[in-house]
């Protein structure tokens, strides 16, 4: 039996706030993010899968910048990046959202233009 060895790798990205997303921020508005995500060690970084952690904890229209891979003892010295970066290992991913939102007008959930078409973000 063999022993899968984890990693984390934290993306750098925006993303919308939905209705109860787990960082507080108000439905609507477009923040920067760090998404910490759980991989087996030595696989290459899996966008797909951080932008779905960030969907389950309430953020749509995540866009990934880059990413940094972090190993299982390297814990961030800041208490707040440090939870996520456990959490992440615990659960398979964890988002912290930056306080103040990257628009000084927040869209409305499915918001659209004056063509009918639904704004890009």
Same mark, same amino acid.
């Given at each position: 039996m063999s022993t899968v060895v984890f990693e984390v790798h934290v993306f750098l990205g925006t993303g919308t706030a939905k209705r $109860?997303? *787990? $960082? $507080?921020c108000k439905a609507g508005e477009? #923040? =920067? +993010?760090?998404?910490f995500s759980r991989q087996p060690a030595s696989e290459a970084p899996d966008e797909a899968h951080a932008r779905k952690g960030a969907a389950a904890a309430g953020w749509? #229209? !995540? /866009?990934? *910048? &880059?990413?940094? &891979? +972090? =190993? %299982?003892d390297a814990l961030p010295? *800041? !208490?707040? +990046?440090?939870d996520a970066f456990r959490d !992440?290992? !615990?659960? $398979?991913?964890?988002v912290v959202a930056d306080r103040r939102a990257l628009d000084s007008k %927040?869209? /409305?959930p499915g918001k659209r233009d004056r063509r009918g078409k639904k704004k890009k973000t």
């Open positions: $109860g997303n *787990e $960082g $507080g477009r #923040h =920067s +993010l760090l998404i749509t #229209h !995540a /866009k990934v *910048e &880059r990413s940094m &891979r +972090l =190993s %299982p010295s *800041e !208490a707040t +990046l440090r !992440a290992l !615990a659960l $398979g991913c964890s %927040p869209l /409305k």
